[in-house]
């Protein structure tokens, strides 16, 4: 079923590649590496500008492992990303696909933003995963790193589906089938990547930060924050705000999740049919 749904961040390219340019970014930091499909653009364009990517994730893939031992200019830092990030230094851009959770893009993104206050650079920072299902619901890969009285109650066998904020029962829905959890209720507090970033654009804000934010709403959503004050960053926004919740692109991917979410009906009824 997974060959069936578009899921990569490589979706975006062309709008991550632009942003790029237009910020002169040089030195970059991944979150969350899997097959290494991003990584592997990022590498090229820190190749063409002299620059340099650091890739963080604690389990990649052997694909992508056997990937960086050909590539020079791509170091990986086999760590989680609150230990990993806060060692790292110079930074122009960060790309965040790792675990997809209130807790851990919250305190991602604070890093970030203190890394590169320190260093001088301004911040500017792409995520994924901020449309359903995980804008307003955490998603753990490890709930173990998690602190516990920032987890929500959550399962690796229920799955969610649009509309309904209670996971369905245990062998439905969109689901991990034991890779990931989802915590068991969409929306409220300190619940989901969305909500994350919103609460860190209100922290910045409130401290006098100029923070600016567009969120594409296909493919799971991307979500691009940058300071308003740097010098690109009238350019930034006019390549990233004309795709900034565009109702053409949300009516596509709800028809798209719609689509595919019955895909997955059907499958699971036929193996109730089959088993009965």
């Not at 709008?15 to 340019?21: E, F, R, V």
């Not at 991944?30 to 650091?54: D, K, N, P, V």
């Not at 965040?96 to 320190?118: C, K, P």
């Not at 901020?130 to 516990?148: C, E, L, Q």
């Amino acid at each position: 079923m997974t060959n069936l749904l578009i899921h990569s961040m490589t979706e975006f390219w062309d709008i991550i590649l632009g942003t790029l340019h237009a910020a002169e970014a040089r030195n970059l930091a991944e979150i969350g590496a899997e097959f290494g499909g991003t990584s592997q653009h990022l590498a090229a364009y820190a190749r063409a500008t002299g620059g340099t990517l650091t890739s963080i994730d604690p389990e990649p893939k052997q694909e992508f492992l056997d990937w960086v031992h050909r590539t020079p200019e791509v170091r990986h830092v086999a760590l989680p990303s609150l230990e990993a990030m806060p060692a790292l230094t110079e930074i122009d851009a960060w790309v965040i696909d790792g675990d997809h959770n209130y807790y851990t893009v919250l305190n991602e993104l604070r890093i970030a933003s203190r890394l590169s206050q320190r260093d001088g650079r301004p911040l500017l920072a792409f995520l994924h995963d901020v449309s359903w299902p995980t804008g307003r619901r955490d998603m753990y890969y490890a709930p173990d790193r998690i602190p516990a009285e920032h987890r929500h109650p959550h399962s690796a066998d229920r799955g969610c589906t649009l509309d309904r904020s209670e996971l369905l029962p245990p062998g439905h829905g969109f689901r991990g089938e034991g890779f990931f959890s989802f915590a068991l209720h969409e929306g409220g507090p300190r619940n989901g990547v969305l909500t994350a970033v919103e609460d860190f654009l209100a922290e910045g804000r409130a401290a006098g930060q100029q923070l600016a934010y567009a969120h594409v709403p296909a493919v799971f959503g991307l979500g691009i924050l940058f300071d308003a004050g740097a010098p690109w960053a009238e350019p930034v926004a006019n390549l990233v705000f004309p795709w900034h919740d565009n109702t053409l692109l949300a009516t596509l991917e709800q028809n798209r999740l719609r689509n595919y979410l019955a895909v997955i009906e059907w499958q699971d009824r036929e193996r109730e049919r089959l088993s009965a």
